[in-house]
């Protein structure tokens, strides 16, 4: 389906900065493919640095940039994409840590600080290395369609691939983060429990409090009591996601529907009938 390519300058084995060896072939003796995706990787600065002062390498992506069907980058790849003169009054993304750098260098491109991939035309950028795991199962759907991208993520064991809208900042991590250990752990059951209509009572055991303890504790930490905290809903959210080609503000609005269909007594026939006609 896809043949992978390695090209530095000059080829031959390439130490990586971790230390492992890569096999890989001279701009030189590489000419890409009219169909074919070419990507500009990350790194750490002064290797970054490094490959956009060589001109030799800046050459070649310009003219493969001009002839095959997408390019883009990984992470800080798009400051070569950037010295290559590719990214000009495009949309692009990279790492949060460096969108300013990369906005004041390139002052006509338009950085996206939020988005964890951003496609403008035949120009894919990703804003680090595992959204770019999302943003190639993106490029198998455009060129396969969703069941191929589908069967792909499941040997990835992706867990759900993720739109490239969606922000770089988790609220999932967040929660973590501003919580206690004891908190935290409860977030990782809640996700790995989304099949189930958990309660607060539910949550309470898991934590080891008693029920009064826990709301008075959850909302001191977590803000929202936890009768409404987003993960109760979502279990909908789950079932949706498995389907694989609804994007998370669909799911979302997907939610708020159901949520007022409840609220206002609807049928479950009725409710149904908003599944059939959502899909």
Known sequence: MYEAVTVPPDGGLVRSWCGFEVNTASCAVVTPA?????????GVEDVIAAACGNEVLMSWLRKASESVARVGSVCTGAFL???????????????CMAVDVLADLYEDAEVDSGSIYVNDGNLWTSAGVT????????????????????????????????????????????????????FSDLVDWVLSNLNRQLRVEDLAIQAGMSERTFVRKFRARMAPPPDVVWLFRQPILAEWRDRGNVELNELIAHVVIHEFAHHFGWADEEIAAIDQWWV
């Open 131 to 182: 959204s770019g795991i999302d943003m190639a199962l993106a490029m198998v759907e455009e060129d396969h369609g969703p069941d191929i991208k589908a069967r792909v993520a499941k040997v990835l064991v992706v867990y759900a691939p993720r739109p490239g809208n969606q922000s770089q900042f988790s609220d999932v991590l967040s929660a973590q983060m501003v919580s206690a250990r004891r």
């Open 34 to 42: 009219m169909h074919g995706t070419v990507l500009a990787v990350g």
């Open 81 to 95: 994409l950037g010295s290559a003169g590719i990214i000009g009054k495009k949309r692009v993304a990279t790492h």
